[in-house]
């Protein structure tokens, strides 16, 4: 049986992931909050809420936004690495 701490640091965690994979995805494209919104249609105050860790991203939309970037050519070179160029990866 999972104990009440054990759900709660499973739930935390998640919380976290939420947040910095949409921050991480993000900076990926290079793009500031503005533009990656007008970009994938979320509202700004939507990705923001999301961005401060005041709410929460469905797993669903997490998944499709990944697809989308990758798929879609979007991430700036090495930003999926952690570097900082800027011309876009040519698939």
């Not at 793009?31 to 005041?54: A, G, Q, S």
Request: proline share 2%.
């Amino acid at each position: 049986m999972i104990t009440q701490r054990v759900f709660f640091a499973f739930v935390e965690k998640r919380r976290m992931d939420c947040k910095n994979r949409i921050i991480k995805l993000r900076e990926s494209t290079g793009l500031n909050r503005k533009d990656f919104c007008k970009l994938v249609h979320i509202p700004y105050r939507t990705m923001t809420e999301w961005e401060l860790d005041n709410r929460h991203a469905p797993d669903y939309v997490l998944w499709l936004l990944e697809y989308y970037i990758r798929n879609e050519g979007l991430m700036v070179k090495g930003r999926n690495e952690g570097g900082g160029d800027s011309e876009k990866e040519t698939t």
